[in-house]
C-alpha cells in the first residue's frame, strides 16, 4: 500500500459538509485481493470500526482498512465523528480515502498510525496500540477547545453563528466581516485592557470595590517574609496570603497562622510574582459570582479539596481514588481537576496533623487545601437560584466599576441568600477571564448555560453575525460575473470584499493579487472587520484542494459546465465529474438562501434539486422548457424578451433594457447578457433594489479597469483590438460566435494555450478560431504546465490544420513580440482578438502601445 497524497478539506467539499481529510492510496494487486485484511487489523486494533455499508461488496483492500483505522483512532481518543468513505477511482487499485476529522493536527496523525498499522498488519509484526492511543489522546487534549471556550462556541453554533479559530489555541472568531465578534477563552472583544490590568491588581481592585460600597478584606501588598509578618501581625488574626498578580488560586495559602506558616506561606506566593498580598482571613464558604454584561447568570459554591476517611485505605490511596474519576484530568481540559499531593496539600495535611500515608478514620473529612479553586481540585456546587437581588446587583455594580463585560467574582461569606451587608462576607478578588467549568458541569446541582449567556451579550436575539456571501462557480464567465455583482453590491454604500482570480478586494482597492479563487482568500474576506457582504469566484481547484472557505453561502451561481475546464487531473475526467465539484456551492446554500443556475445548461440545471434553498434559473431564450415550468410554478426567472432583461415571478416583471447595460453591447455580446443575467439574478436573490441595479449596470461597462482580461475592446490606428483571457474550447467558442459577427475588413488572433489542458481542448480551440480568422499568430505560454518546448504549439498547430479553411500561421517567440507582431500588421477596419496569457502585463503593454500610437474606442478605457 502506498499512500502518495493527503489533503486537509477544511470546509464544505465535494464528499460531505464536514472536515475531512483526503489520501489517494495505491494498493497492489496482492493487498486488493487479500482476505483476511480485517483479521490482520483486527488482531491489532480489536475496536477498529470496519464499516460494510449496506448493498456494498465488504471492504477488503487496505485502503478501505487505512480509512477504518484512522477514523477509529480518532474516536477513541474522544473525537465526535460520523463520516468516512473509501471510493475507488478510474485507475486500478488505486482509491481516494475520506475521513472527517475534529481537529486538524489529530486526524493528520491518526492518518500516519493508520498507515504504519496497516503496514504492520502486512508485515504481520507487532504495532503498539496503546503508545499510538497515548499519544493520539495527549494530542487531542492539547488542540481541542477547552470546557469554557467549547461551551461558547457550542452556544454559538446552535444560533447558527458561524466561528472561525484564529490559533490553535482559545482565540475565536463569531460571525463574518463587520459583523465578527471575538473571544479569548471567556473574555470577549469587549473587555478592555485596563479593566484586565485592574482586575490582575488585587490591591487596586479592592480600592475600586470598596468605593462601591462592597466588602473587601483589609490588607496590603508586602514584599519580603519581614513584611509579610509585620503585615500578619497588624491585621491581628487568621490570613491569607497570595500573589498580587496571581490567578486560578495558584500560591493563596488560607488560614495562615504564626510566623512560621507566615513565611512557609509568603514563599509560595512568592514563586508567583514578586509581590504578595497579605489580607485577613474570612472564614466562610468560597462563592463565585459570574456577571455576564448587566446580569448575574451562575452562582456557585466552592468547596476544597478533600477526601473521607474509610479507615480501611491511606490519604494516599483515597486521593488516587477521587482522581479516577473520567471527570478530572490534568489542567482545564476537563470539568475537574486532579487532586495534586504537592506541598501546600502536604502542609495542610499537617496541620490536621496527617500525612499522604496516615489511615483516616472512617466518615473523617481530610482538607487537602484550604483554598477551594477548581484548578486545584475543588469542587462545585450551584447556587444560582439561591442569589439575593441585592448581592446579584452588587455584584455586577463591581464589574462595572473594574470594566469587565464578563467577570468572575470570588467571594466569602455564610451564604448568597443575604446580602453581605446582613453577613460577614466579604469579596476578594475579581477575575478578567473567568472558568466556566464549575457553572456549566457542577459536581453538585443544576448546571448553567453560561456559555449561552455570553453569546446572547454578543449577539442580539435574532443575530446571527453573518453577512451577505455569494459564491459564483462555472467554467467561463465566472470573474466578470464576480465584478458585476460586487460593483451591484456596492451601488448602496456596502463595503463588499471580493476574490476572483485576479486578487483580493476590500471595496475599492486591491489587498492581494494573483488567482485569490480558493478558499484561503475567501477567509481573508470573512475576516476583515469593515466587509459587509462579500462575493467569491470558488474555482474548481480550490474546492478539491481545502474545500469551500465558508460554511455556507446566501446565494451560489453556476454559469456552465464546458468541456476544456481541467478535465483529467484530480481524478475529475468527465463533465458529470466537474459537475460535481461546482455544485458543492448549491449544496451548501442556506435554507433561507438562493441557487442561481444556467437553464440553457441541462448539467447546470440537473443542480437544482440540490439546493437546500430556492432557485433562480436563467437563460437568454424565454421559451426555454425549464425556465417556463419554473415560472409557471411561480418561481423566479431571468431571461431575454425583445431587447430586454427581464425579471419575473408570476406575472410580476421587471423590464431593463440592454441599450442601457454598456457591458453587453447592447446585447450584442451574448456571453456578456448571460453574465449579466447571472449577476442581477443574484442580487435580485438578496434583495437589491431595482433603481440601485439600474444605476449599477449602467455603471459598469467591459473596460480592462472593471473588468481586465474580459472581452476589453480599444481602437488602434483605425482598427478594432479585442483582449481577452478566454483558455477553453467554450471561451473561444463564444469569442468567435461574438467576433464573427462583427465587421473587419481582415481578422487576426494572438493565441498560446497552457499546458495542463488535454491534447484535444488545445487542438479544438484552433480548429474554432481557424473557421473564423485569417492570420493566426501563436506564442508560446511562460509556464507550460508540465508541458515538452514546443509541444502545446505543436499542438494548436494540428487544430489549425484540422480547420475547414486556409489561414496564414505565423510563430512568435513571447507574448509581448506577438502582440507588436500583430499589431504592427493591422490596417483600419481591421479586427485583432488577442488571448492574452499575463493578464495585467500584457493589458499594460497593449495600453501604451494604444496611448502612443493609437486610440482607445468610445466608452472604453485603455488597458491598465
Not at 507487532?126 to 493520539?136: G, I, K, S, T, Y
Not at 510566623?259 to 464558604?285: C, D, K, L, S, T
Not at 464573427?740 to 488535454?758: F, Q
Request: net charge negative.
Amino acid at each position: 500500500m502506498k499512500v502518495s497524497r493527503v489533503r486537509v478539506l477544511r470546509g464544505p467539499n465535494l464528499w460531505c459538509r464536514q472536515r475531512v481529510i483526503e489520501a489517494i492510496v495505491a494498493c497492489d494487486e496482492a493487498e486488493h485481493g487479500l482476505d483476511d485484511h480485517e483479521t490482520r487489523m483486527r488482531a491489532r486494533f480489536p475496536d477498529i470500526d470496519i464499516r460494510h455499508p449496506p448493498g456494498q461488496e465488504a471492504p477488503r483492500t487496505m485502503a478501505h482498512m487505512l480509512a477504518a483505522a484512522a477514523y477509529t483512532f480518532q474516536t477513541r481518543a474522544g473525537c465526535v465523528l460520523s463520516f468516512q468513505r473509501t471510493v475507488r477511482t478510474t485507475e486500478p487499485g488505486v482509491y481516494q480515502v475520506i475521513v472527517e476529522y475534529a481537529e486538524e493536527a489529530v486526524g493528520l496523525l491518526a492518518f500516519t498510525l493508520a498507515e504504519q498499522l496497516c503496514a504492520a498488519a502486512w508485515r504481520e509484526g507487532p504495532f503498539d496500540l496503546e503508545d499510538a492511543l497515548a499519544r493520539l489522546c495527549a494530542l487531542y487534549e492539547d488542540e481541542r477547545l477547552g470546557p469554557s471556550t467549547s461551551a461558547i462556541v457550542q452556544a454559538a453554533v446552535r444560533r447558527g453563528i458561524p466561528y472561525h479559530r484564529l490559533t490553535s489555541g482559545s482565540l475565536v472568531q463569531f460571525g463574518w466581516g463587520h459583523r465578527q465578534r471575538r473571544i479569548q477563552a471567556a473574555e470577549t472583544d469587549r473587555g478592555s485592557a485596563i479593566g484586565e490590568a485592574i482586575a490582575q491588581d488585587k490591591v487596586l481592585t479592592k480600592t475600586l470595590l470598596a468605593a462601591v460600597g462592597m466588602p473587601v478584606p483589609e490588607g496590603r501588598s508586602v514584599a519580603s517574609e519581614k513584611e509579610a509578618w509585620e503585615a500578619a501581625r497588624a491585621i491581628g488574626g487568621p490570613v491569607v496570603l497570595k500573589p498580587r498578580d496571581g490567578s486560578q488560586g495558584r500560591g493563596v495559602t488560607v488560614n495562615v497562622q504564626g510566623r512560621e506558616q507566615v513565611v512557609a506561606a509568603y514563599n509560595g506566593a512568592r514563586e508567583h510574582g514578586p509581590e504578595v498580598i497579605v489580607e485577613r482571613y474570612f472564614p466562610g464558604h468560597d462563592f463565585r459570582l459570574l456577571v455576564v454584561g448587566d446580569k448575574l447568570v451562575a452562582a456557585a459554591r466552592r468547596d476544597p479539596p478533600q477526601v473521607v476517611g474509610d479507615g480501611l485505605r491511606t490519604i494516599r490511596q483515597l486521593v488516587a481514588a477521587v482522581n479516577a474519576d473520567p471527570l478530572r484530568g490534568d489542567g482545564h481540559g476537563t470539568f475537574l481537576t486532579r487532586i495534586s499531593l504537592d506541598d501546600i496539600a502536604l502542609a495542610t495535611l499537617a496541620g490536621q496533623g496527617y500525612e499522604p500515608d496516615s489511615i483516616p478514620q472512617n466518615g473523617a473529612c481530610v482538607i487537602l487545601r484550604n483554598n477551594a479553586n477548581l484548578s486545584t481540585g475543588g469542587t462545585a456546587t450551584d447556587v444560582t437560584d439561591e442569589v439575593h437581588p441585592d448581592l446579584a446587583a452588587g455584584a455586577v455594580a463591581a464589574a462595572r466599576m473594574v470594566g469587565l463585560d464578563v467577570c468572575g467574582l470570588d467571594m466569602v461569606g455564610d451564604n448568597v441568600y443575604e446580602p453581605l451587608d446582613r453577613q460577614a462576607g466579604c469579596i476578594l478578588e475579581v477575575n478578567a477571564a473567568p472558568g466556566l467549568r464549575m457553572h456549566l458541569a457542577p459536581s453538585f446541582g443544576q448546571g448553567r448555560d453560561v456559555g449561552e449567556a455570553i453569546v446572547a451579550s454578543m449577539f442580539a436575539e435574532g443575530e446571527d453575525g453573518r453577512i451577505p456571501i455569494v459564491a459564483v462557480a462555472g467554467t467561463n464567465g465566472k470573474t466578470t460575473t464576480v465584478r458585476l455583482i460586487a460593483h451591484l453590491m456596492s451601488v448602496d454604500g456596502r463595503c463588499v470584499g471580493m476574490t476572483n482570480t485576479d486578487g483580493i478586494y476590500i471595496g475599492d482597492e486591491r489587498i492581494d493579487t494573483g488567482d485569490c479563487s480558493g478558499p484561503r482568500s475567501a477567509r481573508n474576506v470573512l475576516m476583515h472587520p469593515e466587509v459587509e457582504a462579500a462575493v467569491f469566484e470558488t474555482a474548481r481547484g480550490g474546492v478539491l484542494r481545502e474545500g469551500l472557505g465558508f460554511d455556507r453561502c446566501d446565494v451560489a451561481v453556476v454559469t456552465n459546465i464546458g468541456t476544456g475546464d481541467h478535465l483529467g487531473l484530480n481524478y475529475i475526467n468527465t463533465l458529470e465529474d466537474l459537475a460535481a465539484v461546482k455544485r458543492v456551492i448549491v449544496e451548501n446554500v442556506a435554507p433561507a438562501g438562493t441557487a442561481v443556475l444556467n437553464a440553457a445548461d441541462p448539467i447546470v440545471a440537473a443542480m437544482a434539486p440540490g439546493s437546500p434553498g430556492a432557485v433562480i434559473f436563467f437563460a437568454a431564450d424565454r421559451a426555454n422548457p425549464r425556465l417556463s415550468l419554473h415560472r409557471a410554478q411561480g418561481q423566479r426567472v431571468v431571461c431575454i424578451d425583445g431587447q430586454d432583461i427581464v425579471l419575473a415571478e408570476g406575472d410580476a416583471v421587471l423590464r431593463f433594457p440592454l441599450a442601457e447595460i454598456p457591458l453587453t453591447g447592447g446585447g450584442s455580446i451574448g456571453f456578456q447578457v448571460e453574465n449579466t443575467m447571472a449577476a442581477m439574478a443574484a442580487v435580485w436573490a438578496l434583495g437589491l433594489s431595482p433603481g440601485a441595479m439600474r444605476l449599477g449596470l449602467a455603471s459598469f461597462s467591459g473596460n480592462a479597469e472593471m473588468v481586465p482580461g474580459r472581452f476589453n475592446r480599444l481602437r488602434y490606428r483605425g482598427a478594432t483590438l479585442v483582449a481577452d483571457y478566454g483558455h477553453n474550447p467554450d471561451a473561444v467558442q463564444a469569442l468567435a460566435q461574438t467576433l464573427s459577427a462583427m465587421p473587419a475588413k481582415r481578422r487576426s488572433v494572438v493565441i498560446s494555450a497552457a499546458g495542463d489542458r488535454r491534447d484535444e481542448d488545445i487542438r479544438r480551440q484552433t480548429e474554432i478560431l481557424g473557421e473564423v480568422f485569417d492570420d493566426v499568430i501563436l506564442y508560446q505560454d511562460m509556464c507550460q504546465r508540465g508541458r515538452a518546448d514546443g509541444e502545446v504549439i505543436a499542438l494548436l498547430r494540428e487544430g489549425l490544420r484540422n480547420a475547414g479553411r486556409t489561414t496564414q500561421v505565423q510563430e512568435v517567440q513571447g507574448e509581448f513580440r506577438a502582440i507588436d507582431t500583430a499589431l504592427a500588421r493591422l490596417s483600419p477596419g481591421d479586427l485583432c482578438l488577442i488571448l492574452v496569457d499575463q493578464v495585467e502585463a500584457s493589458l499594460a503593454h497593449i495600453g501604451a502601445l494604444v496611448a502612443r500610437d493609437g486610440e482607445s474606442a468610445p466608452g472604453a478605457a485603455p488597458a491598465s
